[in-house]
C-alpha cells in the first residue's frame, strides 16, 4: 500500500512497524454539537485506511478519540489556548451539564458513525477518562524541562524541541508570519501551547479536576498524545485527520510525544482535504454544515453520500452540491438494481483479475475515483453474473456501500413486523407511536405508503 505522508510530503511505502498487528489513531469529533459532511469526510477516510488494510490481509488495532473537554473556540482563530470550551459553552447555551452534552452527542455520533457504515475501532476513548494519564504526561515533560508556567497554565516551550515544525511548516522564527491571532504576552514563543489551564479565578466550570500545578483542564492536544500512548504505545503506524488539525493541533502532538518518550511519535500522517458547499466556504454559520439528519430529510441514503465521498481523492478539495449527491445515489441506486438482479451461485468465485486491478487503485494512495471505475469496468465484462456478484461483494468490504444488506430480496421480517405495530398504532390513533415507527422504518431503509383499509405497501429507499 502506497499512502501520502505529510510528514515527507512524498507518497511512501506502506509497511507496518510490528508486521502483526497495524496500530491507527484518528482524531474524532468534539462532542459540543452534531458531527457535518467535513467531519464524516474524514471519517470516510480512516474507515477506507482501516478496510484497506484488512483488504490486505493485516491485522489492525484502531483507535478513535472524543474530545469531551478543552477545546477551545479559539482554535478556529489559529489559537487552541484562547476563546471559550465548546463543551462549556454549548453546556450553558443548552441548560446542562457538559457530561450531558457530551453523552446526548456521543448517542448522535454513534447512531450516525452506524449510518455511515465505519467499521468500530478497538475503542472510542473519551478526554474525561484519561485525565490521569494527561497529567503524567506534562509531569514528565515538566521533569524534561520542557515547560513553564504562566498565570493561565502550564505551556510547552517549542523552542527547546528542535524539529518542531517538521509536520506544519511552522517554526518558532517563521510563526509571526502565520495567522496567529494577538500573542498571549506571557508565552515565551508565539508557537508555545497550553498543556493544562486553569479553571479561571472565580469561576467554577462544569468540568476540572486538580493537578499538581493548580484546578483545572487539560489542553486539547494532550489529550490525543496521552490517549495515543497509553493505548498504542510510543510509536504509532498511522494517524489520521482533517487537513485542518495539520498545522497546530498534529505538530503539537508530536512535539509533546516526543519530548516525552524520546521515541518517534507517528510513522505515517494521513490528512484529508477540506470540503467546500456550493463552491464556497462549509460552515455552521453559513447554515451549510449540514448533518446527517439533514441529509436524510431531503430523501437521501448515507451511503449515497459514502459513495459521494468516494468520487473524489481525500487529497482533492471536494465540492458539495445536491446535484453532486443526487448524481452519486442514483450510481448507487443502479448498482444495487444490478446486484439484485444477477442470477447467483453460494460456490462462484471471484474474478481474480478485478479483484487484482481494484487492489491496485486502493493501494495506490486510496485511489477510490478509479477504484469505482474498476467495478463499473467489471459491471460490463464479459464476466459471469454469479462471478461478477461475488466480485462486487469482496470489493464492497472496502467501499462500505452495504452490497450485502441490499441483495435481501425479502423485505425482512423485523421491518415487515414494524409495519404492522406502525398499522396498529394508526388504527388505535396513537399518532406519535405511529409516526415514531415510521421513522424507524425510514432509518431501516424503507418508505411505507399506506392503502385503503389499513393496508399498506413497503418500498426499499433505494
Ligand atoms: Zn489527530
Ligand atoms: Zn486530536
Redesign the pocket.
Known amino acids: 500500500m502506497k499512502l501520502y505522508n505529510s510528514l515527507t510530503r512524498k507518497i511512501e511505502d506502506f509497511s507496518p512497524l510490528n508486521t502483526e498487528m497495524v496500530t491507527m489513531y484518528a482524531?474524532?469529533p468534539t462532542v459540543y454539537d452534531h458531527a457535518h459532511i467535513g467531519n464524516f469526510r474524514t471519517y470516510t477516510l480512516s474507515d477506507l485506511i482501516y478496510r484497506t488494510l484488512l483488504f490486505n490481509d493485516h491485522r489492525v488495532k484502531f483507535i478513535m478519540?472524543l474530545?469531551d473537554v478543552g477545546h477551545l473556540t479559539g482554535d478556529n482563530l489559529g489559537d487552541a489556548d484562547t476563546g471559550e470550551d465548546r463543551m462549556e459553552k454549548s453546556s450553558a447555551k443548552e441548560g446542562k451539564s457538559a457530561i450531558e452534552i457530551a453523552n446526548y452527542y456521543i448517542k448522535r455520533f454513534m447512531q450516525d458513525y452506524e449510518k455511515m457504515n465505519f467499521l468500530k475501532p478497538e475503542k472510542f476513548t473519551r478526554a474525561t477518562e484519561y485525565i490521569e494519564e494527561q497529567i503524567k504526561l506534562v509531569k514528565i515533560l515538566e521533569e524534561k524541562g520542557f515547560t513553564y508556567t504562566t498565570t493561565d497554565g502550564v505551556y510547552f516551550d517549542t523552542s527547546k524541541f528542535e524539529s518542531y515544525g517538521q509536520l506544519s511548516g511552522y517554526t518558532v522564527e517563521n510563526v509571526m508570519e502565520g495567522a496567529r491571532v494577538e500573542a498571549n504576552p506571557e508565552k515565551k514563543n508565539p508557537t508555545d501551547f497550553a498543556l493544562w489551564k486553569f479553571s479561571p479565578i472565580g469561576v467554577k466550570r462544569s468540568q476540572e479536576w486538580p493537578s499538581p500545578w493548580g484546578t483545572g483542564f487539560p489542553g486539547?492536544?494532550l489529550?490525543?498524545s496521552a490517549m495515543s500512548l497509553t493505548e498504542l504505545g510510543n510509536t504509532i503506524d498511522i494517524h489520521v485527520?482533517g487537513e485542518d488539525?495539520r498545522m497546530v493541533?498534529?505538530q503539537n502532538?508530536i512535539a509533546q510525544s516526543e519530548c516525552a518518550t524520546g521515541k518517534k511519535f507517528v510513522r505515517y500522517w494521513v490528512h484529508g482535504a477540506h470540503m467546500m458547499v456550493d463552491g464556497g466556504r462549509m460552515g455552521k454559520s453559513l447554515g451549510n454544515a449540514y448533518t446527517l439528519t439533514d441529509i436524510e430529510k431531503k430523501g437521501f441514503d448515507p451511503m449515497a453520500l459514502r459513495y459521494f465521498f468516494m468520487t473524489s481523492h481525500y487529497r482533492s478539495k471536494l465540492n458539495f452540491t445536491w446535484e453532486g449527491l443526487q448524481s452519486a445515489q442514483n450510481a448507487l441506486k443502479k448498482l444495487y438494481e444490478l446486484a439484485r438482479s444477477y442470477s447467483r451461485d453460494p460456490s462462484a468465485k471471484v474474478s481474480k483479475d478485478f479483484i487484482k486491478k481494484f487492489g491496485e487503485k486502493i493501494n495506490d494512495d486510496l485511489n477510490m475515483p478509479e477504484a469505482l471505475a474498476v467495478v463499473w469496468e467489471m459491471i460490463k465484462a464479459e464476466v459471469g453474473e454469479p462471478e461478477k456478484l461475488a466480485t462486487l461483494l469482496k470489493m464492497d468490504t472496502v467501499l462500505g456501500l452495504r452490497m450485502e444488506e441490499n441483495l435481501a430480496l425479502e423485505t425482512p421480517q423485523k421491518v415487515i413486523d414494524m409495519a404492522k405495530t406502525r398499522a396498529e398504532y394508526r388504527r388505535a390513533g396513537i399518532w406519535d407511536k405511529a409516526d415514531q415507527a415510521r421513522k424507524q422504518l425510514m432509518d431501516m431503509g424503507y418508505e411505507i405508503e399506506d392503502l385503503p383499509d389499513g393496508k399498506f405497501k413497503l418500498k426499499r429507499k433505494i
Open positions: 482524531c474524532g478519540n474530545t486539547w492536544h489529550e490525543c485527520g488539525l493541533h498534529h502532538e
